[in-house]
């Protein structure tokens, strides 16, 4: 069983839907909670990033993390065709140089 | 600015060859970071270096696999004899190290195939 799971989709919404994208993780010295976008053919960039439990929102995103359940998750309101990718989460523990643990993504497709 | 950049962006070799894969993070950044990204395995962690200290390279599949940074900033990653399963993207990210938690910034990646 991999450290980090995540459904790998496709998932296809409609423009305008709130999206829900999840991973569950099974290492409880996980400290900090990461989700990268991936376009094709392109480097993962960095979401959002949590410490610890709780939610934390930018923008159209929110972020939420439950330690108790080693659950996260990253909500999308109001999705737009532009957020059509792959959604990573990753995960690190503290003072473990930042190595990333990566789920293997979720890809998205946003249709208009 | 300038991102972390990669280079070749694409390499095709026959299984056997050794391949050498470059990374030029960003400027000023003091840790580096290879990952490996293959269908099935998702994105795995290689190496990691940090300043002059000694490199952890606790991800390296095997011994074919190794890494050097040198002036701590450019850093090569050589794989040799490839095999069929090298076949992967490999990603480069490097960051600033200022407290416990330090973002990392991904370049575009290597698309390796070994035939």
């Known amino acids: 069983q991999k450290e980090v799971e995540q459904d790998p989709g496709p998932l296809s919404v409609p423009e305008g839907a709130i999206v829900s994208l999840n991973c569950t993780y099974s290492?409880?010295?996980?400290?900090?909670f990461m989700w990268y976008r991936q376009y094709s053919r392109k480097g993962p960039e960095l979401l959002m990033y949590?410490?610890?439990?709780g939610n934390k929102e930018d923008g159209r995103f929110t972020a939420q993390v439950d330690k108790s359940s080693k659950y996260i998750s990253l909500f999308i309101r109001d999705s737009q065709p532009s957020d059509s990718a792959t959604y990573l989460c990753?995960?690190?523990?503290?003072?473990?140089?930042?190595?990333?643990?990566f789920g293997g993504g979720t890809r998205l497709m946003v249709k208009p | 600015g300038a991102g972390v950049s990669q280079s070749p962006s694409n390499k095709v070799t026959e299984k056997g060859k050794d391949v050498e894969l470059r990374c030029d993070p960003i400027s000023g950044h003091t840790a580096l970071y290879w990952y490996r990204q293959s269908l099935g395995q998702g994105l795995e962690f290689l190496i990691y270096f940090q300043g002059n200290s000694a490199p952890d390279k606790s991800g390296l599949p095997s011994d074919r696999f190794s890494a050097e940074r040198t002036g701590g900033s450019v850093s090569t990653l050589t794989i040799q004899r490839t095999q069929q399963e090298d076949s992967a993207v490999y990603l480069c990210a490097s960051s600033l190290v200022l407290g416990s938690y330090n973002e990392q910034f991904f370049g575009p990646g290597t698309r390796l195939t070994v035939l």
């Open positions: 949590t410490y610890s439990s």
């Open positions: 290492n409880s010295a996980f400290q900090y």
């Open positions: 990753a995960m690190s523990e503290a003072n473990a140089g930042n190595m990333l643990t």
